[in-house]
């Protein structure tokens, strides 16, 4: 397997199951679907999404600027590790002790779907963190590094990616949206045990190569 098809794979998944948590872009989508069209929620969604590829190349350009060193990186990474932990348990915990009652609600907006989806998408604050975390993890693992093609591959994957599961979410969001709420408990905790198992598994990862890397020295 090549490092761009590698690079691909993980920018797809990391958008992906990014995007699966009900927040403001998906449940708009559901929302724009359910109660306006599916054609309509589609169009949202892709205004939503050209806004996140642009926030994804400003954060691999920003953290390529930025020199950190080693012990710096480290630090960062066991700090984003710690996080993906943290937030994965948080998920879990809220929705067996604190779980909210989902409702879908009709949204209002005037004008294109598009462009409400890019503004809505324009808004989000986490976009930039996010893949700078994800993009530190990848940098860290030699996938992604500052040439041309790998932020192109990066960036390509991460749009696709949201892209298709807010295309789910606009599909699904018709007649379906009751399924959707009644199964929002089921669908919240496999979306925390993924995030949870995947800081489980990165922090095994950043622990056995920190100690090579100590051996080495």
Known sequence: MTKNLKLFLAGLAISFFGSMAPGTLNMTTLQVSAFDSVQSALWFALGAVIIEMFYAVLAVTLLHRIKIPLKGRETAEWIFVTGLICYGSYVLYSQFFNAPSPTIEKVSFSGSAFFFGMSLSLVNPFQVPFWMFWGTLLKQRNMLDQSTSSILTYTISAGIGAFSLL???????????????AHQFEFMVFYGSVFLLLGILQAWRSAMGNGNRTSVQ
Not at 167 to 181: D, P, S, T
């Open 167 to 181: 295309a789910g979410y606009a599909i699904l969001g018709g007649e379906n949206r009751l399924w959707i709420n």
